[in-house]
Structures are given as C-alpha cells and as structure tokens.
C-alpha cells in the first residue's frame, strides 16, 4: 500500500532537497524522509512546474516560490547576456548566491559566456570561408553525380540505337520468318 503525503510535506521535502549542501546527496535525504528516491526527484520536478501549492503566513494560497524558477533552456539571449554580466562584477561565492536565487547552477553561465565568446570569435570571413569550403564540396559531388548519369544515359542510347538497327536488319519479328 502507498503511502499517501500531504501537500506541505511534499513541499518541505522539496525545500530541503533543494537547500542541501554539497555533501548531502539528494538519497539520503529521501532515505531520512522516508522517501523513495525517485519520488523525491518527481516532486522536485513537479515544483519547478508549479504543480504544488503553499500556504503563505496570510492564509492565502500562493505558488510555491522554487516554481517561478526558469529552466536554464528557457532563458533568453538577453536575459542570459545580462546574467553573465552581473556574475562577472561578483566573487565567485556572490556570483553563486546569484545563480541559487536564479534556479542556475554556475556552469549554466560558464556555458552561456563560452556560447557568447565562441560566436563572437567566429568571424564572418571564418563563416564565409567554411560555407564557401562545404558549397565546393556539395559543388564536386554533384558534378560527380551528373557525369555518371551522363555516361549512363549514353549508354542508354547507344543500346537504343543498336536494337533499331539490329531491328533493321534481322527483321521485328522471328516467327514471322518461317
């Protein structure tokens, strides 16, 4: 038989896998609730969907505040440009403060700065270059492709021409000879 959680246990639960330090792994904490690991991890996930509900001090039902985080895919060029900005004038211990309130992980914005930085590098005479590379290459195959149905079709009508001929000369038909 399951075991049936309330919706501020699930809540709590969440908090406390997601406000653990670096040494607690996220299977101890579910081993210390009494939860199964993937449970755990499944209304992890249903939080950041907004799929549980909190009770504020005031009574009134509110979105828990882990929901409102964004994935790191959904974060906008700008929004992301903008990220790495802020952490660049920050420490490193700062610029980590930063990314737990923002749902982020500080690879996301080592990423998001090596995306920025290697698109920046990437001249357009690099672009040019490699477009001008790949269009020579489809350029050959194709040429390739074209004298070899060429020869076929040559063949094609060399045989064409030698059956009229032999047509010709040995007649359509060899039954109609006896």
């Known amino acids: 038989m399951r075991a049936k959680f309330t919706q501020s246990f699930k809540i709590q639960a969440v908090e ?14 579910a081993e210390s609730l009494g939860v199964g690991h993937s449970t755990l991890h499944k209304w992890i ?24 985080e964004k994935r790191p895919q ?6 992301k440009l903008g990220l790495i900005i802020r952490c660049g004038a920050l420490s490193d211990e700062d610029a980590n403060r930063l990314c737990r309130e923002q749902g982020l992980y500080p690879h996301h914005i080592q ?4 995306e920025f930085v290697g698109r920046a590098s990437q001249s357009p005479q690099t672009k040019n270059t ?28 060399a045989l064409l021409v030698l059956q ?15």
């Open 111 to 114: 990423q998001w700065k090596e």
């Open 164 to 178: 009229k001929k032999v047509n010709a000369i040995w007649g359509d038909d060899e039954d109609s000879s006896q």
């Open 45 to 68: 996930v249903q939080s950041r969907h907004q799929a549980f509900e909190s009770i504020s001090n005031e009574g009134a039902v509110n979105v828990n505040g882990m929901a409102k």
């Open 16 to 29: 406390k896998a997601l406000s653990r330090n670096d040494v607690t792994s996220l299977k101890d904490i």
């Open 130 to 157: 490699s477009e001008a590379k790949h269009l020579r290459h489809e350029n050959k195959a194709l040429k390739k492709e074209l004298n070899r149905k060429d020869k076929a079709l040559a063949e094609t009508a």
């Open 74 to 79: 959904d974060w906008s060029p700008e929004d």
